[in-house]
């Protein structure tokens, strides 16, 4: 999870402030973030070249795990879709699932 863990709490940092700067709490902040699970999946897990294609149950797992820590990154998941447009591979061909999840800024820290 290399890049939602990095990603997703800063973008929650620079929600949780004003304009100024300044801490702000506002419970109608909210994050769409497109988790893309072939840079999210475990070193060894991805096949083939150019980010590699992963199999529907990686997908999965990975996607859920992502959204399981979301709220250790100060987000409440409010859903998960996957995303319409597709990854790309080499060639040409369909690329793996990328899915949008929304949620909204919680906690003050």
Avoid: F
């Avoid at 709490?25 to 590699?52: D, W």
């Amino acid at each position: 999870m290399d890049q939602a863990k990095l990603a997703i709490p800063a973008a929650v940092r620079w929600l949780r402030q004003d304009d100024a700067g300044d801490a702000v709490a506002n419970p109608s902040r909210g994050i769409i973030t497109l988790i893309k699970p072939q840079y999210e999946a475990p070193p060894g897990m991805v096949h083939g070249k150019a980010g590699g294609i992963l199999s529907d149950a990686l997908t999965t797992e990975v996607v859920e795990q992502v959204l399981a820590q979301m709220p250790d990154w100060g987000i409440k998941v409010e859903g998960c879709i996957p995303s319409p447009i597709r990854g790309s591979a080499a060639g040409g061909k369909p690329g793996n699932q990328e899915y949008l999840a929304w949620g909204r800024v919680v906690g003050d820290s």
